[in-house]
């Protein structure tokens, strides 16, 4: 080979097989995306990120990644003629040769590094960026329209939406970029070494017929048969990889549920139910990881006997030849490696099937987390909408999910200054139709109108952010850079003023405060918030009578012109309400009474 050459000639080769590349591998995304499953999902799932509307850096990224890639395959081409002329050399005993061959390695060997380092370094940057696009995307979509919420009813099509989110997308970036690579290289570098090892590879005689080049045709064979039954016996990882990683979340949930309920199981004594529920998750995850290993052996034992098969095939072949003197060590040895290398490529789905079978799952639980989200945004939300301070509700029907009516046909006009107290039976429909006035309760129908200033509503549990007391008696509205000694006063009248000194102290406060401390909280945030609206969901049920008379006194003097809804059972709420209304719990009955 002539050396000196190589410069050029590696520019005209990468230059073509870039051009060619791009072309097959436009042709092959659209006919994947046309005519697969998995095709179309990822599709789905990111082709608003390769968009150059959005932004042109993305397939500046794939442009550049493909040529370095393109790269990687010239170098083993220009290492494979190197070992040539190095074997060649030393049968030869050629000293000068040898040496030669030693400073042209050098030089390979220098841009080989650098080609992987750089390398390394644009494909791990493309798929952080990647990574930030995907979540940001996801995580938008859930949260926007309330779809976090709304999805709960949907839960059977995505369950765990953290671990989606989190775990799924990392999953998918990576896996995304080494199989797409890895693809293209195999592909190439086949091609390439083909050529190499038509030129080396002679004729052989079978039954009487001889075969041209008849190791080319050896090698395909070879491979494509190993490569069926690689895919028949690991099929079935696709479904237990899946699985395992639909199990692992819930038994991960399944823990971070008895965190979130630790009291209360405490209280019932209820560690040897809960451990009896762990053990039978855990019972689970482990079957289905003996299932994942014993299929797994089957498949890398396979694919190990055909690798170690490869190793020694091509000096059998060519053994004849080299003794013959038909062929020279350089070529023997550039044969086994040429060989070696196009077994590999072709063996690539078959080396990669346990992963691609990963990367089906992921994609899987991915696009069905993104249909959940759109099914939940599609949900018919009641119509409501803003008139000045008005709060009003006209023929508002609220139903069950299974079309069971709670409450049928409801007008309630609730004046400035006025409190109405929402009452019934058990399962009546008194916190769905919170719910719905709130806007987030698609199972109904009728006319809402909410004041234009944000209401707020209490729960009977207060959300309580992580982070400082400040913030969580501020939520939902942010801290205010500079704050004032107004939370202190605040703390004072909600009767948490032995907190004062911890109102910057970050920590789980949810843990820290008792139920009727964090109910007590919540009515700070209405003194906070001064809203127009104001409903309350058994927000005092923690408290004893003397407080919630303390906190209702609280409301109805420092927001005397805020409307209030209060759903409760206690009868001592009645002294703080204008007017009852009661749901009788039957075909959606209801009865509005003046207290």
């Known amino acids: 080979m002539a050396w000196q050459d190589t410069l050029l000639e590696s520019g005209l080769w990468l230059l073509k097989a ?47 990644i493909l040529l370095l890639t393109l790269g990687a395959v010239r170098l083993d081409v220009l290492f494979s003629n190197w070992y040539n002329t190095m074997y060649s050399a030393l049968q030869e005993l050629n000293a000068p040769g040898f040496w030669a061959a030693m400073l042209l390695f050098a030089g390979l060997a220098s841009v080989h590094v650098v080609r992987s380092l750089f390398d390394y370094y644009v494909q791990q940057a493309f798929v952080v960026h990647w990574r930030e696009w995907l979540n940001e995307r996801l995580l938008s979509r859930w949260m926007e329209q309330q779809a976090y919420y709304r999805s709960a009813s949907l839960s059977h099509l995505a369950d765990n939406p953290d671990q989606r989110i989190q775990q799924d997308i990392t999953s998918f970036a990576d896996t995304s970029m080494t199989l797409a690579v890895g693809l293209i290289n195999a592909v190439v570098s086949t091609i390439a070494f083909t050529l190499i090892l038509w030129n080396l590879s002679g004729p052989m005689t079978v039954l009487d017929h001889e075969i ?22 690991g099929k079935p990882l696709i479904r237990l990889n899946f699985l395992n990683e639909k199990l692992n979340a819930d038994y991960r949930y399944a823990l971070v549920r008895i965190r979130e309920y630790a009291e209360s199981i405490a209280f019932y004594r209820g560690e040897r139910v809960e451990g009896r529920t762990l053990r039978h998750w855990f019972a689970q995850v482990i079957g289905n990881t003996w299932d994942i290993i014993h299929r797994s052996l089957k498949f890398l034992g396979f694919n190990f006997v055909v690798t170690q098969t490869a190793v020694v095939f091509p000096f059998i072949i060519q053994a004849s030849r080299f003794f013959s003197k038909q062929i020279s060590l350089g070529d023997l040895i550039q044969t086994a490696q040429a060989f070696g290398q196009l077994q590999a490529n072709l063996s ?13 799952a992921t994609l899987d639980r991915l696009t069905g987390f993104d249909a959940a989200v759109d099914a939940a945004r599609q949900m018919q939300l009641p119509h409501t909408h803003q008139d000045g301070s008005r709060l009003a509700l006209k023929n508002v029907t609220v139903c069950r999910p299974d079309g069971h009516t709670l409450l049928k046909d409801l007008n309630l006009e609730v004046p400035a200054a006025q409190a109405v107290l929402v009452r019934g039976p058990s399962g009546a429909g008194k916190t769905t139709l919170l719910r719905m006035i709130a806007g987030i309760w698609p199972y109904g129908s009728g006319e809402i109108i909410r004041p234009d200033t944000a209401s707020l509503f209490l729960a009977q549990k207060p959300y309580l952010p992580m982070g400082t ?17 107004r939370d202190e006063a605040i703390l004072d009248q909600i009767q948490l003023g032995h907190l004062h000194d911890q109102l910057d102290v970050e920590d789980d406060w949810s843990r820290i405060l008792s139920l009727g401390e964090q109910q007590r909280l919540a009515f700070g945030r209405l003194l906070i918030a001064r809203p127009d609206a104001a409903f309350l969901d058994e927000a005092t049920s923690a408290m004893d009578e003397g407080l919630e008379d303390a906190m209702y006194r609280l409301l109805r003097t420092q927001l005397p012109d805020m409307r209030i809804v209060s759903v409760g059972h206690r009868s001592t709420l009645r002294r703080h309400h204008d007017t009852e209304l009661a749901l009788q719990g039957q075909d959606g009955g209801w009865q509005l009474n003046p207290i």
Do not use: E
């Not at 994947?32 to 390769?50: E, I, S, Y």
């Not at 007391?469 to 000694?485: C, E, F, G, I």
């Open 348 to 360: 690539f789905f078959r080396n990669v099937y346990d992963s691609f079978a990963t990367y089906r």
């Open 212 to 233: 041209p080049r008849a190791m080319v045709f050896l090698v395909f064979i070879y491979v494509f048969l190993a490569t069926l039954l690689a895919i028949k016996i």
């Open 18 to 64: 870039y051009v060619l590349t791009l072309l097959a591998g436009t042709a092959a995304i659209w006919c994947l995306q046309r005519f697969t499953r998995w095709g179309n999902q990822f599709w789905r799932l990111t082709a608003a990120f390769f968009s150059p509307r959005r932004n042109w850096r993305p397939l500046a990224g794939v442009a550049l």
């Open 469 to 485: 007391l400040r913030q969580a008696l501020h939520y939902p509205q942010p801290v205010a850079a500079d704050p004032s000694n």
